[in-house]
Each structure stands twice: as C-alpha cells, then as structure tokens.
C-alpha cells in the first residue's frame, strides 16, 4: 500500500486527538501528516510517531498541496464550509458531523457493514455515535431473518458532546447542559425538533435504514444523556420478520466483524460501559427473546463513543480508501 498524505481538521479536539492515537496504533500507512484547528488553537505542538507537529489555522488554502485524504473533526459549520473545497481538489474527505450523512449521493459508511459504497466518492460520511454501534449488530439479523421494526434506547456518555459535557459532569456545571448532568439523566441529545423527537433520535432513525438500505424498516428512538465519562450503551429491541433459534443468533453476532460477545448473565457477565474506554470492539449481551411480540429480540450493545462512535470508523474508511489510491 502507499503511502498516503494525510490530513487532521480538528485535531487538537477529542475527536481528533484520538483520531491520531487510532492511527499511531493501526500502522497506518502515512506519508505526509499535516494538522489543522481553528485560530484559537493554531500553533500548538503536537507529537506523533514520535516527531513533533505544529498545529495549523485552517484556511481556504490549507488544502492547496499535497493531500491524499482529509479526515473532518471539527464540526458541522466547518465540514459545510471546507469539504467541498477539499473535495474539489480531488482529496478524499472523511467527515464525522452529520452535514453530508443523509446526502443521497453521498456513502454513509460502517465500513464492516457497507465499504463498498466508498466507490470513488470524494466525501465520505462517518455516521453517528450510537448509530454506529447499533448497526454493527443489526447486520447480520438483518441478513438472516429480516428486520420489521427496531426501538432504540440509548443511555449516552457525556464524551459524546465533547469536552464541554466531560466538564459539566466532572465539575457539577450546568454550563453545557441545560440541566445538571451529575447523578440525574437528560432525555434530550441535540435540539428537539417539531415532530417531539430530538435530532440525535432522527439520526438514529434516518441513518439506520441508509446504511442498511432498507426505508421499509419501522424505527423508533429516545436517547438519553446519562453521567457516564465514556461509553454509549443502547438497548435494542427488534422484531425480526422471520423466525430465529436464540443460539444460532449469539452465533452470527459473535462471529461477525467489529462485534464482540459478552453474555453470561450467570456469571453476571454483560457489556458495561466501564469495559469498552479505549477499546474499538461493539460489546453485545442480554440477548434474548421478547415474548411480547412475534419474533421479538432484545439486545445490550456497548461501545467507545469516541473510538468506533467516531475515530476508529473514520481511520477504517480512511484505510479503505488508501487500498484504491
């Protein structure tokens, strides 16, 4: 593989910073590194593979060398602005906002369920947080037995708004949040829309049936912000069209790619939030049968918001386009 000419917007954030440490581990193929941030943050050091980066004020010319890819940590105003500017110059854009995920045109990737919708689309979408982790495991339900409805409730870390949610919860602010984060639980990520559901429900929702590509598919969702450092943890109730054996189903999840099982409840073994920080594995458990409804399953699945949720899901897609280059 070549190497390949790389760049960080975003690169001093949470998501940026571990979008560098994802790539320090993975061995990635990297030529040139080059760093970007706001003004705010420009000029300040950072290291990796052991050589000192200095970090960049994006601009409009930021883009005007030599650039295979472009990974896009810094926010939706900055993605709407610049990725089309990246775009045009032929560099491959990965973005982590939800500006461009539900552009028809544009592949939303989980790249162990969909990479070959990366084709040569020069802007690729990384989908939301607990959306990523909770496809992970639909995937191969979906292939098997079909799916007719999903209710998604998701129990979401703090991280998952930035540092401005770590700081609310470790210093008892209620700066961020419009309500304290510390021992109480918000029913309310992003901004309600007219239709009663917040905009992370209908990311869930919306960015399910693309990636799956199936608009048929009944879907609900309430997530919630709870005060948890690290680790989003959705439960899941499915209603599968056709009848499953719950072996054969424990079976496909734990075989299928990015997905790890944790179900013993014998052992009280189960995923928990405090076993996925740092990890890039999707932890699923508590599977087992809704009888309240025909073919009904209910799922536990945990996941690294930051890590899978973001960074490693932009650093695969980021790999699997290196493979074209």
Known sequence: MKKVNLAVLGATGLVGGTILKVLEERDFPLGNLYLFSSKRSAGEKLEFRGKEYTVEELKEDSF??????????????????????????????????????????????VPEINSEDIGSNKIIANPNCSTTQSVLPLKPLYDRYGIKRVIYSTYQAVSGSGLGGI??????????????????????????????????????????KKILKDDSIEITATTVRIPVLYGHSVSINVELEKEFDLDEVKELLANFPGLELRDDVKKNLYPMALDVAGKDEVLVGRIRRDFSVENGLNLWVVADNIRKGAATNAVQIAEEVAKGL
Do not use: C, W
């Open 64 to 109: 005007d060398r030599d650039m295979d890819i472009a990974l896009f940590a810094a926010g939706g105003a900055i993605s709407e602005v610049y990725a089309p500017i990246a775009a045009e110059k032929g560099i491959v854009v990965v973005d982590n906002s939800s500006v461009f995920r539900m552009v028809e045109d544009i592949p939303l990737v």
């Open 167 to 208: 700081k609310d919860l470790e210093e008892g602010n209620v700066e961020f949040y419009p309500h304290q984060i510390q021992g109480n639980a918000l029913p309310h990520i992003d901004v309600f829309l007219d239709n009663g559901y917040t905009k992370e429900e209908m990311k869930m929702i919306d960015e399910t």
